[in-house]
């Protein structure tokens, strides 16, 4: 994951980026972990086993099976958090291009640690934002709660930025669009 000495604590409008000592194996290794809490609710840990379980990436994993058998390729994030998502697809899955669209100046401004091959996207409102190319893949990570959705608008709003055989996948809802 992202190395946590890029990661300062933070206390910000929009949110908060605090560290906390996890417990790693069963001989009670420790390491830190930046977590961002946005105000609203809602955040993200920068802790690879979480990821990697998200991703549905290990035996016996069955979180998000969304994410089963997809091609990545160019890559649409919808949503910056703490750019987890985007660097763990760097470093794990095989990509042409990550694209990242984020609304929040502040997030965008604090998340400068992130690998060159990641492009973050400055948009007006990422729920009606419209990309300049098409993707393989459109992950919408926006949101934190399903009842602040609304499935059918962002599919309308990004379905015509797939390319032939593309997804948008919405892991908050376990779905492909």
């Known amino acids: ?21 996890y417990t790693i194996n069963t001989d009670k290794d420790t390491q830190d972990v930046s977590i961002l809490s946005f ?8 802790y690879k086993p979480h990821f990697v379980a998200w991703f549905n ?15 990545y390729g160019d ?3 919808v949503g910056l958090g703490l750019g987890c998502i985007p660097e ?15 609304d929040t100046q502040e997030l965008i401004d604090y998340v400068n640690f992130l690998h060159s091959d990641i492009n973050i ?3 007006e409102n990422i729920e009606t934002y ?20 609304n499935e059918e608008s962002l599919k309308l709003n990004y379905q015509d930025h797939l390319k032939s055989g593309g997804k948008i996948v ?8």
Not at 57 to 71: H, I, R, Y
Not at 88 to 102: A, L, M, N, P, W
Not at 137 to 149: F, T, V
């Open 121 to 123: 996207i400055k948009a």
């Open 75 to 77: 890559v649409l994030v």
């Open 1 to 21: 994951m992202i190395d946590e000495s890029l990661i300062n604590i933070h206390t910000g409008t929009t949110f908060s980026v605090s560290k906390k000592e």
């Open 57 to 71: 990436d290990c035996d016996g994993c069955n979180v998000n099976t969304c994410f089963d058998d997809l091609t």
């Open 88 to 102: 763990y697809i760097r470093q794990e899955k095989s990509f042409t291009s990550i694209d990242v669209v984020e």
């Open 130 to 149: 419209t990309p300049s190319k098409k993707y393989d893949l459109i992950l919408i990570e926006y949101y934190h709660d399903s009842n602040d959705l």
């Open 170 to 177: 919405l892991p908050i809802n376990n779905k492909i669009l």
């Open 39 to 46: 105000v609203g609710g809602g955040g993200y840990e920068n």
